[in-house]
């Protein structure tokens, strides 16, 4: 009964989002305010019955119903209850549930916190969601219900949930991710009911910006905590692979960069408006492609879901639509609305431009990379695969380039600046960071190492101008009084992602520079040396988890004589799947990380054991925490919501709807 009535809901939430896309628009064309009312309402009916069927369906995936098609395929009895929970969208129809979910509540929060808006646009904006969440819950309901039942012949068991899924950071990355992924449909939905409006002005960008800045940081969080969860469960030691499904979430994440820095340029300067708009429209269709990518069959991936052309061709269908339908809109309304503000090629605006471009570029060389061996084989013009080769040698140079600007920008005016005081602020304290990032790569384990001084030289420069900003905004001159007031959450928060950025930038460098690794077979008292490190194996054994048998190995790390880490990887079988994972030990710390991955055993008392030493590998995942929170941290600028431009907002609403 229970899957039923979880059916019964996802089929009411439809209906209610059929409302939400329809009544809302309808009363914006009619100026109908008690049809533009219902916007709000009808959200929150969404989000509750999407939130009863998501209920049910973790109800079933508690209690074991292996009747329900989706629970035996994806559970089993002897799984833990925490991974029985997170098994819910370890699939397709139980992850496009959680994806509609995140959506309706994305949908409400618009509605409670946009209040103070103009009602016209809010029941645009709320409408324009109401389209997507139709189209999401067509996909659930015709080709993934994820209430499905297998009557009469219901199995004993389950078929188990796949082990790469059956670890902690996998019950919290998927959730981050789509917070990102569908949280980039509320500046979409902005941007749509902007065009319609035919009004883009820097109201529009104040009020789409926080919603922008909290999706693209619950996306930076995602996609950290998918590399981490790579680096540790996967037993490689590496931390991005240029996976096509990673490359599914980086896209959006890039584009997604670029309308951040549109959207601050916009609210600020008026410029750059069709622009963002269309920066908007590509964020989401990104997000989109990612989940046709994912779900359709095209890509083989230890992220992807099952193969299913039936429903490749639904997202296709529905990928079209949204795209086709916002350009086609665009095409009609941007020229109108086109900025009319001029700036110099010496400004704030040039620059944020440049970046602008920079990361449409890099966009475009990892959507190319990531479709032409699809495309290739689609027209059966063989097989292709690019890999990290073609990734590191065309986006690497592109991120070079973008740093010097991260550094100037912050310190350059708006409008006009001039090149000699770029100079005056920047020379003295650069050649400062030059001489560091030349000694420092002295440091290396083989003498000077260029590609470690430019990764120091780029970093310092781009921390250097978010110190040098934070020192000018701080000091008052002549009465020495530092007025830390001056701080604002959006300046906060655009430091700490600059900051973090640096970070990742130093991190990767480091590491790929000057990782060690080593492939060797080691038996019980066998020590073997890994730069400054000893690492002896000291016994072999087997532990019994919930719902699985690991083969262990204790290894004990020295440096100087001194042990430093007593190690603990394991080779896991699960007993539902006959599946073995390997489990790595790492001994972490901020500058460097001792890595221990066993691999297939060679005879009875010795492994295949891989070893590896990787310096500043955490700098990856802290800079990119530093990046999601910073960009949290943006939405608590008070002037998204300060009383005078809500009643300002208020008034235009209510005029609009009069007139």
Do not use: C
Not at 36 to 48: E, F, I, K, Y
Not at 70 to 96: R, T
Not at 506 to 518: D, I, K
């Amino acid at each position: 009964m229970i899957p039923e009535l979880g059916h019964v809901a996802l089929i009411i939430a439809f209906v209610l989002a059929i409302g939400l896309a329809v009544v809302p628009m309808w009363g914006s064309m009619r100026r109908d305010v008690a049809a533009m009312n219902m916007a709000p309402s009808l959200a929150v009916g969404v989000t509750v019955f999407v939130a009863v069927a998501f209920a049910l369906l973790a109800v079933s995936f508690l209690q074991d119903d292996f009747s329900v098609a989706v629970v035996a395929a994806n559970s089993n009895s002897l799984l833990p209850p925490i991974f029985k929970f997170s098994a819910l969208w370890g699939n397709h129809e139980g992850s496009l549930l959680l994806w509609v979910l995140i959506l309706a509540g994305w949908m409400t929060a618009v509605a409670t916190f946009s209040r103070g808006l103009p009602l016209l646009m809010v029941s645009r904006v709320l409408s324009v969601m109401g389209m997507v969440a139709v189209g999401f819950l067509a996909f659930s309901l015709l080709t993934s219900n994820p209430f499905e039942r297998l009557l009469p012949n219901t199995p004993l068991d389950g078929n188990d949930l796949n082990p790469l899924l059956q670890d902690p950071g996998l019950i919290i990355h998927p959730p981050l991710l789509y917070m990102g992924y569908v949280g980039l449909s509320v500046p979409f939905a902005f941007a749509i009911a902007a065009l319609m409006g035919g009004r883009l002005d820097a109201s529009w960008a104040r009020w789409s910006r926080p919603w922008t800045n909290v999706a693209w940081g619950f996306l930076s969080l995602g996609i950290m905590l998918g590399s981490w969860w790579a680096y540790y469960e996967l037993g490689w030691g590496g931390w991005w692979f240029w996976d096509p499904v990673e490359n599914a979430s980086f896209m959006p994440w890039l584009m997604g960069t670029a309308l951040v820095h549109s959207l601050a340029v916009t609210e600020k300067r008026g410029v750059f408006r069709s622009w963002t708009v269309l920066l908007a429209i590509f964020a989401f269709s990104l997000s989109l492609l990612g989940t046709f990518l994912v779900r359709s069959g095209v890509l083989t991936s230890v992220h992807a879901f099952a193969a299913d052309p039936e429903r490749g061709l639904f997202i296709l269908i529905f990928l079209a639509l949204v795209v086709g339908g916002s350009l086609l809109l665009y095409a009609l309304r941007a020229p109108s609305v086109a900025s009319r503000v001029s700036y110099s090629g010496v400004s704030r605006e040039s620059l944020l431009m440049i970046n602008n471009l920079v990361f449409i570029v890099s966009t475009i060389v990892v959507l190319l990379g990531t479709l032409f061996p699809l495309i290739m084989d689609a027209f059966s013009l063989g097989k292709y695969s690019v890999g990290p080769p073609y990734f590191n040698a065309v986006f690497v140079p592109l991120m070079a380039l973008v740093m010097p600007f991260m550094s100037v920008g912050p310190l350059s005016r708006w409008r006009e600046d001039t090149t000699r005081r770029w100079l005056h602020e920047l020379l003295v304290p650069g050649i400062g960071v030059l001489v560091v990032a030349i000694a420092l790569a002295f440091l290396g384990s083989e003498g000077f190492n260029l590609w470690i001084a430019l990764a120091v030289l780029l970093s310092g420069w781009v921390a250097l101008g978010v110190f040098k900003d934070l020192w000018r905004r701080i000091t008052t001159g002549a009465e020495g009084a530092l007025k830390w007031r001056r701080l604002t959450p959006s300046f906060i928060g655009m430091a700490m992602a600059h900051l973090g950025f640096a970070a990742v930038v130093l991190g990767a460098v480091v590491v790929s520079q000057e990782n060690q690794e080593r492939d060797l077979r080691m038996a019980v008292g066998d020590v073997e040396a890994l730069g400054a490190y000893r690492f002896e194996l000291l016994s072999l054994g087997q532990q019994a988890g919930p719902n699985y048998l690991a083969d262990q190995a204790v290894f004990e790390v020295r440096r100087d004589e001194k042990v430093i880490a007593v190690l603990v990887p394991e080779k896991r079988r699960y007993f539902a799947s006959g599946q073995i994972m390997t489990e790595a030990a790492i001994d972490a710390s901020l500058w460097r990380d001792l890595y221990i991955a066993l691999g297939e055993p060679i005879g009875e008392q010795a492994w295949a054991v891989r070893l590896q030493y990787k310096p500043m590998v955490r700098w990856l995942w802290l800079g990119a925490l530093m990046i999601g929170l910073g960009a949290l941290v943006t939405a608590f600028d008070r002037r998204y919501r300060s009383q005078r431009s809500s009643e300002s907002a208020i008034q235009r609403g209510v005029a609009a709807v009069a007139g």
